[in-house]
């Protein structure tokens, strides 16, 4: 069971995510943007630790986070649906999700995407 959740990052504060992570040791490979872009930072967290997640930015991860590069035209939630297409296909095996959440404005909310998840929804 896994609980995803997606943030999108304009350049200058993915930069800054990317440098912490990556001299905390806490990833150890991620893109540099192209200009003009945007990164969704994907991150797989167990869902027991979903509320600690949303409240501190801490949970348990599963998997280092994923990172998709999009134009400003794309859409926050289509950009989450691109990356959590390219999570399953590194995750390589069956997995039960819960609708993946994503971060807009100062929050986190559940996005659906129009499908229906095997796992119930996050309730904060």
Excluded: C, N
Aim: aromatic share 8%; hydrophobic share 40%; charged share 20%.
């Amino acid at each position: 069971m896994v609980q995803l959740a997606g943030r999108p990052l304009e350049a200058d504060d993915y930069a800054r995510w990317r440098e912490r992570k990556l001299r905390r040791g806490q990833i150890s490979t991620a893109p540099v943007l192209a200009p003009g872009r945007y990164a969704l930072v994907l991150v797989a967290i167990e869902p027991a630790t979903t509320g600690q997640f949303t409240r501190h930015g801490a949970g348990s991860h599963l998997t280092p986070p994923t990172v998709g590069e999009f134009r400003p035209t794309v859409e926050p939630t289509v950009a989450l649906a691109a990356t959590l297409a390219s999570w399953l296909e590194l995750f390589g095996r069956p997995v039960a999700l819960a609708p993946p959440l994503l971060h807009t404005g100062q929050r986190w909310r559940v996005a659906d995407l129009g499908h229906q998840w095997p796992l119930a929804p996050y309730q904060s």
